[in-house]
């Protein structure tokens, strides 16, 4: 899961087939998984190109709500934009949760309060809290820690179903281990596992904007806030809207804005 363009992504196609499912994640048969993580199915491969993909595929197929795509290894992990996501083997958490919700209004803000509910979780596996990062990035300092996407699919102006994608760094990628930071030595992607899940599903049954809540939360953990920017403009970020927007100030007038990357003035790189 990456950091481009709108967290609400509308991809290619999907795939018309996936590889044959493997049956033990960590040592866990697929049905120990069910009953760990409480949801109807649970899909484990040991490498695949993209959960994201295969869940699409299984969604159309008819896999109930709760369904969650896991994999050991992505070969073509996406982010926002088609951004590429490492996704070594054994090194984190890649996965993909299948929801049908019925307010398709709050899809707008799924990504910030997915992100806002597993950064809850991972506060206690990372240690140190979690920052959040406008649309769809957790952090360790600097370091990235993980990233949601998500993908919504409609049918004449009706959701059908919405595909949350998450990937989180349980040990930091080596070859990126300056960018990206990993959850504490010895923490078990199992442990973590049964964490999240019902918090994501939590996430996705929410209805309508961020509440009040939500938002002081987000503004508490927000690494942006009262910095100067770039882009999605040029300007100092004053935080996010319950609508899902940031909220940029220039010349005295702050505005909204709902796509693109955030670029902090004094991080190009956009960490």
Aim: charged letters at 25%.
């Amino acid at each position: 899961m990456g950091d481009d363009d709108d967290p609400v992504a509308i991809a290619a196609p999907p795939m018309t087939s996936v590889a044959p499912e493997t049956q033990r994640y960590d040592d866990v048969d697929g049905a120990d998984l069910v009953r760990l993580l409480c949801v109807p199915r649970v899909a484990v491969y040991g490498e695949t190109a993209s959960t994201m993909d295969v869940a699409h595929v299984l969604a159309a197929a008819g896999a109930p709500a709760g369904t969650i795509v896991l994999a050991d290894r992505q070969t073509a992990g996406r982010g926002r934009g088609g951004r590429a996501w490492l996704s070594e083997a054994g090194a984190g958490i890649w996965l993909t949760l299948i929801e049908r919700p019925e307010d398709g209004r709050a899809i707008e803000v799924l990504a910030l309060r997915v992100g806002l509910y597993a950064a809850r979780i991972l506060d206690h596996y990372a240690g140190s809290p979690v920052g959040l990062k406008w649309p769809n990035d957790l952090l360790l300092g600097k370091r990235k820690l993980a990233g949601v996407l998500i993908e919504a699919r409609w049918q004449d102006g009706a959701l059908q179903w919405v595909a949350i994608g998450l990937g989180v760094n349980v040990r930091a990628p080596l070859s990126m281990v300056r960018d990206a930071a990993g959850l504490a030595d010895g923490t078990r992607r199992l442990d973590v596992l049964a964490d999240l899940v019902p918090r994501l599903r939590a996430a996705a049954a929410e209805r309508g904007s961020l509440t009040t809540d939500e938002l002081t939360e987000f503004a508490r953990r927000d690494v942006a806030m009262g910095r100067s920017c770039v882009a999605p403009a040029h300007g100092q970020v004053e935080g996010i809207a319950a609508t899902g927007e940031i909220v940029i100030a220039h010349g005295g007038v702050s505005r909204g804005y709902r796509s693109g990357s955030l670029v902090l003035t004094d991080d190009q790189e956009g960490q």
